[in-house]
């Protein structure tokens, strides 16, 4: 009986080491993948302002030009890498620096919003490229592998 506990309990940890795999072994991304995910962002922002300002085709140009660069990056980093884990089976370290990045997505909108009230559009537009820079560098840089680290030794 103790042998099939241990067949188990080693089972369970294989399974456990096996589906953290995609998360711990992920690449490290391009030094460029930081300004392309700002650049989105403050696109995304930027469209809409400008079609209020009268200028509708540029304005959905620009948004569609950044949907489109944002799923080429994603569709070719998934196909070199041969993995997009979803968070569903994610270790808890990594789902915590998934919280992390969304908190810190969050504030980066809160000073957006801020700046874009206090010193006008440009300003606010500026805002969100270097705080959604910022906030990505530190989650690609800094959050994900750390969390990476404390699976790795969680499950040495």
Not at 49 to 61: C, D, N, T, W
Not at 96 to 119: D, E, I, P, Q, T
């Amino acid at each position: 009986m103790l042998s099939v506990m241990e067949n188990t309990r080693d089972a369970l940890r294989d399974a456990e080491v096996a589906g953290a795999a995609p998360f711990v072994n992920y690449p490290v991304t391009q030094w460029w993948y930081q300004p392309l995910m700002a650049g989105f962002f403050t696109a995304m922002v930027a469209g809409p302002l400008l079609i209020s300002q009268g200028q509708g085709a540029a304005g959905f140009a620009l948004q569609v030009a950044a949907i489109i660069a944002v799923s080429l990056f994603y569709v070719a980093y998934r196909a070199k890498w041969g993995t997009s884990p979803r968070m569903r089976s994610a270790p808890k370290e990594v789902k915590r620096a998934y919280r992390w990045c969304f908190v810190a997505l969050a504030g980066s909108a809160v000073v957006s919003v801020a700046v874009w009230m206090l010193l006008e559009w440009q300003a606010g537009l500026g805002a969100i490229f270097v705080t959604t820079l910022t906030m990505t560098w530190v989650y690609e840089r800094v959050v994900y592998p750390r969390a990476v680290q404390q699976v790795r030794e969680r499950l040495a």
